[in-house]
Every structure is written in structure tokens, then in C-alpha cells.
């Protein structure tokens, strides 16, 4: 497979941070995230003109061949996190840098802030957290000392012993009414972003609606969002095993990977990925 460039398509875009990502917010441009755990592919991905790369914890499942997220420790997360950070320091750095907080490492605020500094002494520029009402107080404890944060709601992949699967969430209207609620939470408590996984399309537009400050990145969650993440392998279609329903193998239509990432920026930028229809849990 090449990673030669078809087209620079990022070279004149500055360097991202919180203060344009709340203006992409404010302005309706669609928001570009996909994970990279590696320094390579952060490159190619910063050349593709992502904005956001997501070291996640789905390294576990995709790098470390584990079939959950769980056994991820927040050393493989300082490891990978400081590969993609030095992959773009010899790039021109413009996505930002957005750290997974793995499983058992944010228990309590002052839990969540050691590991969150370790994490942005890694290069991280901002970490994400998954969980609702209960991660509030943590939110504003990192907010407050410095830390930019991302949550994740709908399907979360730590819990699920508790969910009982990688299940669509927000299906009944109590928990489409508790989503709701734990969106604008996080929101008040500080989070500028949130991971919106596998919720109905319906529920995730109306949350993105309700969000002011935080903007909302959709995965298995419709085209409402204010923007998309996906997982890299999913979207070259080299994931073994199975692959979620909601991702798309942008390889096959582009021949590079470079081009892949292109041409999941470009559908995403005018709103042809996701399609509703295909993602109507
Ligand atoms: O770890 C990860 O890759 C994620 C995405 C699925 C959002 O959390």
C-alpha cells in the first residue's frame, strides 16, 4: 500500500487548537477525526488535513490484539501518545494531539489529573474520558487545571461488561433522555468535545443541537454531528475480524493511504459520510 500524497491538501492550514476548534463549531464546518497510534500515520493523517487524531485505547483491540479495550495500561497510552506527537512535530503538527484515558485510570479527579499529565507531558493537547453524570466534578477538575477535555457517551467500549455488548445506546426515551442529560453536563462542567458513539442518528442531532460549547464527534451516530471520528483500520479495511456496521473502507475507492484519509476528510466535509440510512439503528 502507498502513502504517497495525491494533493496537499492541509499545507496552508494552521495548527489546530481549542480556539479553532470552537470556531469550526460556531461556524458549521464539519470536524475531522481518526485514530493513529503510531508516528507515521500521524503524518499522513496531519497531510490529509484531519484535524483531530485520537490516540485511543482502541489500540488494545487493533495494535496489541486484545478483543476489548480493558487491558490497556496508561503507559501503552503514554507510549503511543508520545510516538503520534513526535510523528507531527516533524510534520507541520497542525491536528491536535487528543489522548484516550484508558480503563481504571480516572476513578476519581485527582486519579484522572495524574494520568491526564501524563498523557499531556506526552504530547496530548486535550483527553478523553468515557461516562456521564458521575464524570462532572472531573471534568471541572481538570478543566480548571488546564486540561482541554473530550467525552464519550452512547456505546463505551470500557464498559462493556456493564452494557452487556457493543450495543446501540439511547434507544428507549428514558435513555435518549439521559443521554441528553449527561451531554449538557459535560458540557457545563467544561468539556469542548464529545464522542458520540452508537446512538441513533435522530438523538445525536438533537444533542449537538442542545450542545453550544462542545462539539459533538459521531461515530455509528448519523451525519448530524459536528463532526466524525473513525477507527484507522476500519476505515483502510484491514480490521480482522469483525468490523463495526457503521464504518466505511475508504481504501478501496482511493488506492493510497494517503488518499483513504482524503477522501474520508472531503465526505465528511460535505456531509456524504456517514449516510443516515445505512446508520437508522
Ligand atoms: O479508542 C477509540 O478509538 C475510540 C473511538 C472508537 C471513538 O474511543
Given at each position: 500500500m502507498s502513502v504517497q500524497p495525491?494533493?496537499?491538501?492541509?499545507?496552508l492550514r494552521p495548527a489546530m487548537n481549542m480556539h479553532s476548534l470552537m470556531k469550526m463549531l460556531a461556524e458549521g464546518e464539519k470536524i475531522t477525526m481518526l485514530t493513529a497510534y503510531d508516528a507515521t500515520f500521524a503524518a499522513v493523517a496531519d497531510l490529509a488535513g484531519i484535524e483531530i487524531i485520537l490516540v485511543g485505547d482502541s489500540l488494545g483491540m487493533?495494535?496489541?490484539?486484545?478483543?476489548?479495550?480493558?487491558?490497556?495500561?496508561l503507559e501503552a497510552m503514554r507510549y503511543h501518545t508520545e510516538c503520534v506527537a513526535r510523528g507531527l512535530q516533524k510534520q507541520n503538527g497542525r491536528p491536535l494531539v487528543l489522548g484516550d484515558m484508558p480503563?481504571?485510570?480516572?476513578?476519581?479527579p485527582e486519579q484522572a489529573f495524574r494520568s491526564a499529565s501524563v498523557l499531556m507531558q506526552a504530547g496530548a493537547h486535550m483527553v478523553k474520558l468515557e461516562g456521564g453524570a458521575w464524570l462532572a466534578p472531573t471534568v471541572e477538575f481538570l478543566v480548571t487545571r488546564g486540561i482541554p477535555v473530550c467525552g464519550h457517551l452512547g456505546l463505551t467500549p470500557q464498559s462493556v461488561n456493564t452494557l452487556g455488548g457493543y450495543r446501540v445506546q439511547g434507544r428507549t426515551e428514558s435513555a435518549a433522555q439521559q443521554l441528553m442529560n449527561d451531554s449538557l453536563l459535560l458540557q457545563n462542567a467544561g468539556a469542548q468535545a464529545l464522542v458520540l458513539e452508537m446512538v441513533p442518528a435522530v438523538l445525536s442531532g438533537e444533542i449537538t443541537h442542545a450542545l453550544k460549547t462542545c462539539a459533538t464527534v459521531g461515530i455509528g451516530a448519523?451525519?448530524?454531528?459536528?463532526g466524525q471520528i473513525l477507527v484507522l483500520h476500519d476505515m483502510l479495511g484491514v480490521t480482522q475480524g469483525k468490523v463495526p456496521?457503521?464504518?466505511?473502507?475508504?481504501m478501496t475507492e482511493s488506492g493510497s493511504i494517503l488518499g483513504a484519509m482524503q477522501a474520508f476528510v472531503q465526505a465528511v466535509k460535505t456531509k456524504k459520510f456517514p449516510i443516515n440510512e445505512l446508520h437508522a439503528w
Open positions: 495525491s494533493a496537499p491538501t492541509a499545507s487493533v495494535c496489541q490484539g486484545h478483543n476489548s479495550t480493558l487491558p490497556v495500561t480503563f481504571g485510570s480516572y476513578a476519581t448519523g451525519v448530524d454531528t459536528a456496521k457503521f464504518a466505511h473502507n475508504f
